[in-house]
């Protein structure tokens, strides 16, 4: 069964550095997501990107952060100038369409996110 | 604006009950799909049921099901004959016309042998 897959399975930065997260979602999806999930605690939308631009983003998703499609493949998200409070495991998604009934995301086994 | 609502922190379940995981939600828009994920200590985010707002019958997939409640606007999954193996992290969702889903914060279940 297709699966989506991200890289790397943990990441360790320093603060104030940049980091990229990378995802290859499901071949014939179309639309793209990044969440976050700070430990034990609640899974946070931060973006989706559909049709090579964002099609909706969270209020936190501000100028540190950034999506792109690079290729057919790829889907990176990146953290520019990292803070402590961005650890947290960041998942990506895909899903087939989002139109009603709306195709579930299916999710990659995430990245984890260490700032220090 | 939209909500979903998991008033469970943590439940504990004899294995081989039934048990009912709660979820309520909150929206304007009549278009509208609901989902459950098993997030293991593992930590991956495991699919298990959808529920779209003008589906006429619950969803049931295997051993779950989705007994929704339009007008009470819930959502709650139901797992039967629970195992050892259920023991995880359990997130409703909830998707309108816009292009993201949100999620509850949760319900820690724990299947006791």
């Known amino acids: 069964e297709p699966e989506v897959t991200q890289t790397p399975s943990h990441q360790v930065t320093q603060m104030g550095q940049e980091v990229i997260l990378r995802c290859v979602p499901i071949?014939?999806?179309?639309?793209f997501y990044w969440y976050r999930q700070i430990l034990g605690q609640k899974v946070e939308f931060l973006v989706c990107f559909y049709n090579n631009e964002i099609s909706e983003k969270a209020e936190i998703f501000d100028d540190q952060f950034s999506v792109e499609r690079p290729d057919g493949s790829n889907f990176t998200l990146k953290i520019r100038s990292t803070k402590l409070e961005d650890s947290a495991m960041y998942f990506c998604?895909?899903?087939?369409?989002?139109?009603?009934?709306?195709?579930?995301?299916?999710f990659g086994n995430g990245t984890r996110l260490t700032v220090t | 604006a939209q909500k979903i609502t998991q008033t469970q922190p943590g439940m504990f379940v004899q294995e081989k009950e039934a048990v009912t995981l709660d979820c309520t939600y909150d929206?304007?828009?009549?278009?509208?799909?609901l989902f459950w994920y098993k997030q293991p200590s593992s930590g991956e985010m495991i699919f298990l049921i959808y529920?779209?707002?003008?589906?006429?019958q619950n969803a049931t997939e295997g051993r779950y099901s989705l007994n929704f409640q339009k007008a009470r606007k819930s959502a709650n999954l139901v797992i039967s004959a629970s195992q050892l193996g259920d023991s995880a992290m359990y997130f409703c969702?909830?998707?309108?016309?816009?292009?993201?889903?949100?999620f509850g914060k949760g319900t820690r279940l724990h299947i006791l042998p």
């Open positions: 998604a895909s899903s087939q369409d989002s139109s009603y009934p709306g195709s579930p995301l299916h």
């Open positions: 969702a909830m998707k309108n016309r816009d292009d993201k889903i949100i």
């Open positions: 929206t304007s828009d009549p278009s509208y799909g």
């Open positions: 529920q779209g707002s003008y589906d006429q």
């Open positions: 071949s014939n999806h179309l639309y």
